[in-house]
């Protein structure tokens, strides 16, 4: 019975020491593999850039099919699986590489040489894709336009609406600017007292001197105004005169004397009863026998 507590003991320091070297030696062999995954898809593709620049530099270029094989073996552990997807991935979804894969006909090796041709259904997954892309933009577009135009559209309402408030002030301040004035014309031709005045024009008697004093300034500033220019006062004017004077070719200067006779120079003596020049008493030629009458 003495030999039965040791076994436990033994077995417990045994798998505590088989514990602790593999446990240290699993970390660190998991730690390496995790950090070479880490890598990300622009450093994965600026090394292929380094290595095979024939392909992965310039203008985008369609792909040999199952290139990972061949970077693999042309670049053994330098890249894993997974970054080299994460590049693929993210590179072959660019719009230049699927506007290089919709206009081409080949595909293209690790030194930049033709390496098969592209299919027409390769093409026409890559001219629907630019197509839907290029739909979303054109929506993006039309929808940012028509939000500016919404947006200048409710400026110009809000610019609108602020014009119509000033007016209606400016329009509220001149009323009551002249009912100031009416009122200090009441108050300055009424027999009534003070108190009566404000009690028939609904004034607190306390505030009748201010708004009349402030009535009295602005009849002040309304004198010292210029007024416009108009048209000239000719109330004053006796009457006949035209306004500015006789307006040119009105009215017939006074002949001279004799000149009525000068005008029937050259003519001939004006027959009594008869028109000038010829014809008989009544008008009737001479060379016509009187009507007889029956």
Do not use: W
């Amino acid at each position: 019975m003495s030999t039965t507590p040791a076994a436990p003991a033994d077995s417990a320091a045994t798998e505590a020491q088989a514990s602790d070297t593999p446990v240290v030696d699993a970390t660190e062999a998991s730690a390496a593999p995790a950090a070479k995954t880490e890598i990300s898809p622009a450093a994965t593709g600026a090394r292929l850039a380094e290595l095979f620049p024939a392909l992965f530099t310039g203008p985008a270029k369609p792909f040999k099919l199952r290139i990972q094989v061949d970077i693999q073996e042309r670049a053994p552990g330098e890249f894993s699986k997974q970054a080299l997807s994460a590049f693929f991935r993210r590179h072959t979804g660019t719009t230049p590489y699927l506007i290089a894969v919709s206009q081409g006909t080949q595909r293209f090796d690790l030194d930049g040489q033709p390496a098969g041709e592209l299919t027409e259904e390769h093409r026409q997954v890559a001219t629907d894709e630019l197509a839907r892309r290029r739909a979303i933009t054109k929506a993006r577009r039309e929808e940012a336009i028509q939000a500016q135009r919404e947006a200048q559209r409710e400026v110009q309402r809000e610019a609108r609406k602020q014009d119509r408030a000033a007016q209606q002030q400016d329009q509220q301040a001149q009323q009551e600017r002249r009912n100031r004035a009416q009122l200090l014309r009441d108050f300055d031709t009424t027999r009534l007292t003070a108190a009566n005045f404000c009690a028939l024009k609904g004034i607190a008697p306390d505030a009748l001197e201010a708004i009349l004093a402030q009535a009295r300034e602005e009849a002040k500033q309304d004198a010292l105004r210029p007024r416009p220019e108009g048209r000239r006062d000719h109330r004053d004017a006796p009457r006949g005169e035209h306004r500015g004077g006789p307006r040119e070719g009105q009215g017939r200067a006074p002949r001279a004397p004799g000149a009525e006779g000068a005008l029937r120079e050259g003519r001939g003596p004006r027959r009594e009863g008869g028109r000038e020049g010829g014809g008989r008493e009544g008008g009737r030629p001479d060379n016509r026998p009187p009507r007889k009458t029956s």
